[in-house]
């Protein structure tokens, strides 16, 4: 074993069904009394729950949270924070709404109480990426990581199909290159390989029978732990690229992450046979890169680039921005494997696991 650094977040997790009922409790262990609720325009249903649960405590709304957290609606946000007078945030929803949250209280140092709703894992960690003049850029600071977190799986129920397969693949992508990461350590490596195994059995059922419960609880499970991942160590090619993507060409980012995935992983498996074994034993195939592609087909979930939206003209200028700012990655960044990789990727092949 290698020797190793392992930290863990100062943060408090609840987890269950119905943990939602928790909310007033939690906020009264913060001691705060004026709560803005944060969430999407399609979940504002949700707040209406929250209201009623909270009485006093709740001092205000704002249902404008959007994808890659642009500048601009943080800073109409900041406004109902200052004209409330608000004291605490409960961000109820995916990515985008925590994200919302987490640049609040990067302006702000407010505490945070995330109840997320897909399986996006962005609550478990120090970083939010910011969107201005169609350039997103990431940032950490200790202000950002929630303070607590309700996992509650009667949230996730309504997640469509599409959805939920899409968004647990990219939670699986935190675990996945979490088992390759230069600064990765024997917790985090049982956590990743628990979150792929969780999640790769949960997946298949809920995309047939989005309201089974058992197979909720184990997608939330495994997608809390690749949360853990993600916040714990670094990622590589694989993140790299889906942000250029995203931000280059306004991708989606959870479909984004799912087509990427396999190939990203196929491009690094030389370098990287002890993650790939473990992989393959948390999804049970012999080929992960493979079985991450034969997963995506079956929760038919998007297969290219080509059908979430990149012109094919972007093959060539993604290849050259993937190269462009140096970063590291267990086999070395080459720009031709790289673009036969995005090619791909855009086609819709399967992964090659011998690119050399
Ligand atoms: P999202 O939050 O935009 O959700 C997609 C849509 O699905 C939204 O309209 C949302 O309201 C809806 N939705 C979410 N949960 C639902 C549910 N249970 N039922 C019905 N509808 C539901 O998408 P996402 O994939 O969760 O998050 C993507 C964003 O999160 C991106 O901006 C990405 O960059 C960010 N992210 C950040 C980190 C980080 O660590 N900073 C990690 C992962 C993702």
Known sequence: MQDFVYQSAPMRVVFGAGTLRQLPDELSGLGVTRALILATPRQKDLVASIQEMIGERFAGVFTGAVMHTPVEVTERAMETVHDIQADCLVAIGGGSTTGLGKAIALRTDLPQIVLPTSYAGSEMTPVVGQT??????????????????????????TMPPKLSATSGINAIAHAVEALYARDRNPVITLMAQEG???????????????DDRAARTDALYGAWLSGICLGAVGMALHHKLCHTLGGSFNLPHAETHTVILPHALAYNAPAVPDAMAR??????????????????????????????????????????????????????????????????????????????
């Open 196 to 210: 792929i195994r969780t999640l790769a059995q949960a997946l298949p059922t809920i995309c047939v029978q989005p």
């Open 132 to 157: 201005s003049g169609g350039i997103k850029t990431t940032q950490s600071s200790p202000k950002i990581l929630p303070e607590i977190v309700i996992y509650d799986v009667d949230l996730t129920m």
């Open 279 to 356: 992989i393959a034993t948390a999804l049970g195939v012999s080929d992960p890169a493979l079985g991450l592609h034969d997963l995506a087909r079956k929760l038919a979930a998007p297969a290219s680039l080509r059908e979430i939206g990149m012109p094919e003209g972007g093959i060539d200028q993604a290849a050259d921005l993937a190269v462009k700012n140096p970063y590291w990655n267990p086999r070395g960044i080459e720009r031709d494997a790289i673009r036969e990789l995005i090619a791909r990727a855009w086609r819709g092949d399967a992964p090659q696991t011998t690119i050399s």
